[in-house]
């Protein structure tokens, strides 16, 4: 069944192909990351920072000694973390949950605080820290976003600039305690912080309000507490009805909560409406819900990796190379076990790759329709790289992949490329070659024949034939034979090309043929080089500025700059005319 006679399986693959390799290439700057560099809180009792990115296990391992010079033992810091939960219950007067966690889950915190306090025996580091403390009080949202699950690279630009006290963001901790009634782990709350911060300004029981919601639509608190670091959002405006949606058709097809949760990852958020969208794309691309609950079953990363959004691109790219619709099913109950991300990638490397050895885009369509299943795990060598490795041109490649895709995966990153064998045209190719080479004078199997096969480019037929193009014109055999060995190159450019310039130098301008034997460099040049000096010498010439018996060699192997300054700058209006052939001779 082909694509385009199912008209909404073709409108939904519209919109699949509207997303690009480069948006979800490049992760997007959170506004956090770009503020980053630009402003520091000026009451934080951090480490001084020297970059953005410092590392958090550097910033740990240089903490090894107190202010006074005091090795900083795990008996230091676990008394340290006393003294700090007293001081954040009892002098700040913070419920003893969250005064618990930040001064056991804050490290980085605590080491910090260990530097800036003299203590030289571990029965004085309650009485230091309480000193301390009593003249520079801390700001105890540093201490708090750590013990959620942040890191200080992370939280640096969400610790407010005009507070230090958690009780002066007066609904923060509130709304902290309402999503751990809900059940979500306190030190995963960090999450939720730094990408729906205004959750956390929710005034009294809105936020419990939002949580019922969901709870009413059948989510267990268990379920609940899991979707919510996942996907912080859901908590910002009216309920998303996309999540229900995308639950209550799963349900449809057999699959439990309980099964969303294990897939369900808490690192990346989930966008529902794209979740939803290649849901509705493996659906549709399935005959039947048995097969569409086998998929989803063995590959779930189809669904939920980035939101579905690398299984969209997959399935656009591979339509547009003429995929139908049992071929892409074909394709995702065989995908490689493997991220979805990387296996778009390696296709698209691939693509890349035929491309670059130029073969013919229906042949490109038939190689992907048919293995995109495990090209999408292998990574291919550079273009250059295999070519080179393969002992082969372009066209060959190209042959060798038609006649047997599966040659690639030998030509993946890490392996040993092996040369190809050679062709039968290329064996008498080879054949031909030699054999006109020891016609030319070379011996057999020597050195200076080693060399000559190297330095004369071309099949072995077109030699000759380029060579006989030279006798027919007029050329003594020998005469061309000494020719070719002087300046093997000649022999690399196509007959009709030869002739025109022989016939240019001998019958337009006159020259003998035994100027040519002298200097067969000549041919080499290309005949617009040849028609731009000879006409600009004539014009020399007409005028005095020029003798009029030059040899090709003067006229042609000269560089450009040599040119003008030798020749065309005889004449005051030559640069001008120089100019004026170029664009004749373009």
């Known amino acids: 069944m082909k694509l385009i006679r199912n008209p909404s399986f073709t409108s939904l693959l519209k919109c699949v192909s509207q997303l690009s390799l480069e948006t979800l290439s490049k992760p997007p700057i959170s506004e956090t990351g770009f503020l980053l560099c630009c402003t520091q809180n000026p009451r934080s009792l951090t480490t001084q920072r020297t970059a953005a990115g410092d590392d958090v296990s550097s910033e740990k391992s240089s903490v090894k000694k107190t202010r006074n010079g005091t090795r900083i033992t795990p008996r230091f810091r676990k008394l340290a973390e006393e003294a700090m939960l007293n001081y954040f219950y009892s002098t ?112 009294t029981g809105v936020l419990a309000s939002k949580i019922k919601g969901y709870e009413d639509l059948g989510f267990s608190r268990l379920f609940l507490s899991k979707l919510i670091v996942s996907s912080p959002s859901i908590l910002i405006g009216n309920t998303n009805l996309e999540v229900a949606k995308f639950l209550n058709r799963l349900k449809s097809v057999g699959f439990d909560f309980d099964w969303v949760m294990e897939n369900l990852s808490e690192e990346a958020s989930c966008d529902w409406s794209s979740v939803n969208r290649v849901l509705s794309l493996l659906k549709e691309i399935c005959f039947d819900e048995d097969e569409l609950c086998g998929l989803i079953r063995k590959c779930p990363r189809l669904v939920f990796e980035n939101s579905g959004k690398w299984t969209l691109i997959l399935a656009g790219f591979e339509t547009k190379l003429g995929s139908s619709r049992s071929e892409l099913c074909s394709l995702f109950q065989k995908f490689p076990q493997i991220q979805v991300e990387k296996c778009v990638w390696n296709l698209r490397h691939c693509f890349l790759f035929l491309k670059e050895i130029e073969m013919e885009d229906d042949e490109i369509r038939k190689v992907f329709r048919s293995h995109s299943w495990w090209l999408g795990s292998c990574r291919l060598k550079k273009t250059s790289s295999l070519l080179i490795n393969l002992m082969a041109g372009k066209t060959r490649v190209c042959q060798v992949i038609q006649e047997n895709p599966e040659e690639m995966k030998k030509w993946t990153i890490g392996s040993k490329i092996q040369p190809l064998p050679a062709s039968e045209v290329n064996i008498v190719s080879k054949t031909m070659k030699t054999q006109f080479l020891l016609d030319l004078g070379y011996k057999e199997n020597s050195e200076e024949m080693e060399k000559a096969f190297k330095r004369f480019h071309g099949r072995g037929s077109e030699l000759r034939q380029r060579f006989n193009v030279l006798v027919s014109l007029g050329l003594n055999e020998k005469d061309v034979k000494d020719m070719v060995k002087a300046s093997p190159n000649i022999l690399s450019q196509a007959s009709d090309v030869l002739e025109s310039k022989v016939n240019y130098l001998v019958n337009e301008l006159g020259y003998p043929l035994s100027s040519l034997v002298a200097f067969p460099s000549c041919l080499k040049f290309t005949l617009e080089r040849m028609k731009l000096r000879f006409s600009m010498f004539s014009w020399l010439q007409a005028r005095g500025k020029a003798n009029p018996k030059l040899t090709i060699s003067t006229v042609l192997a000269c560089s450009d700059k040599i040119f003008a300054t030798c020749y065309v700058n005889r004449h005051p209006d030559g640069p001008k005319h120089l100019e004026d052939l170029k664009k004749l001779h373009v």
């Open 92 to 203: 700040r007067g913070l419920q003893y949950m969250i005064a618990e966690s930040m001064s056991k889950n804050s490290p980085i915190f605590i080491d910090n605080l260990l530097k800036k306090v003299s203590c030289v025996a571990a029965s004085d580091i309650n009485q230091c820290i309480t000193r301390y403390l009593r003249f520079h009080p801390v700001n105890e949202f540093e201490p708090f976003l750590e013990s959620s699950g942040l890191k200080p690279m992370e939280y640096t630009l969400l610790v407010p600039s005009d507070k230090i006290f958690l009780n002066e963001d007066a609904f923060l901790l509130e709304n902290h305690h309402v999503l751990c009634y809900c059940g979500v782990d306190p030190k995963k709350i960090g999450k939720i912080f730094k990408e729906a911060r205004e959750v956390f300004g929710y005034e």
